[in-house]
């Protein structure tokens, strides 16, 4: 877990995506500047098979950021590269590539430093209209094969809810959540994304977040705005999110992923987290963290 910065009790990542066009010690270097404690990697900028890194490529990303004065804390967009990947499909042989790479995306994350791996990928988990419940058992069967090697690695697998528009496989944290507890492991849990949750979900985030704190699933937050931009660039109000982690006493990852970077990549990542820091020091300072046992 990252040690937060003071006057915030959870770590906030930028998802380095954003920053894309910079080599990897650059994007540590301003995210750190910016004031994140991490960056949030999505494996494809590193490589077109992230895969096959060789281990001092590896160490020395890690030492990059150790280097800059934050950390990696995780992994998100896991199958993007390399492509035809898939948990759904029914070829033996795509499935096989698949959790092979997952299992390989444990093993990178924990190199790294992280401590939790998120998995959205819409256009790896479809469902066909000729299998759909099939295409859904195999999805389902991927979660639970992982599992057990996350806890080992001492990292956490999150199930990323997506919205409607994105999938048909896991659109709301009841149905994650579902899948968390039939597979029952330490090592899988799922994960609260904003901007999915707004355009998905029946109730407000921050009801479906409480509930998923409160029962243990919930392992990861993604702040974004349903604009496709950062917190604080857009309609949607985040000072009920941020209110609610810190009564709950969250001392997880928070994680900016905006997709429309405006004006730029870097301005971008510097309008979130001045606005979340503004955020987070107003409330602790109108209503203290209650005193709930810690969530991670």
């Known amino acids: ?3 937060p910065t003071a006057h915030r009790p959870f770590a906030v990542a930028l998802c380095n995506e954003v920053l894309r066009d910079r080599p990897f010690e650059a ?19 590193l490589g077109d098979d992230p ?12 030492r990059a950021a150790e280097a800059a004065g934050i950390r990696v804390s995780g992994l998100h967009w896991l199958l993007t590269a390399p492509p035809g ?19 390989a995306m444990i093993d990178l994350c924990a190199a790294l430093g992280g401590d939790v791996l998120v998995h959205g990928s819409p256009d790896q988990r479809r469902l066909s209209d000729d299998d ?12 639970a094969d992982v599992a057990e090697h996350a806890h080992r690695a001492g990292v956490r697998y999150c199930i990323e809810p997506l919205s409607p528009q994105e999938t048909r496989f896991v659109t709301s944290w009841a149905e ?29 985030v921050t009801a479906v977040l409480e509930r998923g704190l409160r029962d243990g699933t919930v392992a990861h937050v993604h702040l974004n705005d349903r604009n496709r931009r950062g917190p604080g660039q857009g309609d949607d109000g985040f000072a009920d999110v941020v209110g609610l982690l810190l009564r709950e006493g969250y001392t997880g990852t928070v994680a900016v992923e905006p997709f ?14 001045g606005y979340l820091q ?15 046992a810690p969530r991670e």
């Open 176 to 204: 994650a959540a579902a899948i968390v507890h039939a597979v029952d492991h330490p090592g899988l849990r799922t994960m609260i994304d904003t901007r999915a949750a707004r355009l998905g979900e029946s109730e407000p």
């Open 132 to 143: 759909p419940q099939g295409d859904t058992e195999r999805g389902r069967a991927a979660f």
């Open 27 to 45: 994007q540590c270097e301003l995210a750190a500047a910016l004031g994140y404690d991490a960056l949030e990697v999505a494996p494809f900028t």
């Open 85 to 103: 990947l898939s948990i759904t499909s029914a070829d033996t042989a795509v499935r096989a590539r698949t959790l092979a790479h997952m299992h």
């Open 260 to 273: 429309d970077y405006h004006p730029d990549g870097a301005t971008a990542a510097a309008r979130a987290i």
């Open 51 to 62: 895969a096959t890194l060789a281990p001092a490529r590896v160490a020395e990303l890690r």
């Open 1 to 3: 877990m990252n040690a």
């Open 278 to 292: 503004g955020l987070v020091e107003a409330l602790a300072k109108a209503s203290p963290a209650a005193d709930a």
